[in-house]
């Protein structure tokens, strides 16, 4: 006998069933399988070009297959940054545009995805190659977040940025300090 929900017991043919007893498995965890769509996953095509690598099994590799997956190493890279930079940018607009509203979180995540991008940089420096483009895209994603955190119209912050390497990352963003916003904010130049 086994208890039900409410309490009360009821007989083994009345008992409900888990969806690995339907299956015939009646631990409470799946059994492993060998579905053809887990043994293409990206992580296992990947360890097993590493291995053989290190095996010196050249004429086994997948070449289109590693070239795929150094392109997407790539694009994440560059996914990251152009993440980082939308952050940034949006928390830089909120902080110019609802000073009322400015608040040590807002500080915090300027200063935490700043120093994203720089480590991000610093380690994958054939990102600058594409930093114009991920910061020009990072504001446009950051405009329209802002937008929408603030609940304020799109039109309220610059279409197009001209912020500058050096106001996207050293700008200072302290509750109590002037505000220098007027005239150094994520669509101005300084």
Known sequence: MNIDRGGG?????????T???RRGNSSRFPAPTSRPELSH??????????????????DELDLAHIAEELDDVGSELYR???????LLFAHMLKWDHQ????SRRWEATIREQRKRVLRLLEKNP?????LVEAMT???EYGRDRASGETEMPLESFPEK????????IEREFRLGEPDLSSSSGPGKTR
């Open 41 to 58: 996953s990206i992580a296992l095509r990947a360890s097993r070009q590493a291995s053989l690598i290190r095996a010196n099994r050249i």
């Open 161 to 168: 940025s001209q912020c500058t390497w050096y106001n996207a």
């Open 99 to 102: 000073p009322e509203r400015r």
């Open 9 to 17: 017991l009821r007989p083994p043919s009345l008992r409900c069933q």
């Open 19 to 21: 969806s690995c007893e």
């Open 80 to 86: 990251r940054l152009e993440s980082s930079f939308t």
């Open 137 to 139: 895209e990072g504001y």
């Open 126 to 130: 054939s990102l600058r190659a594409k």
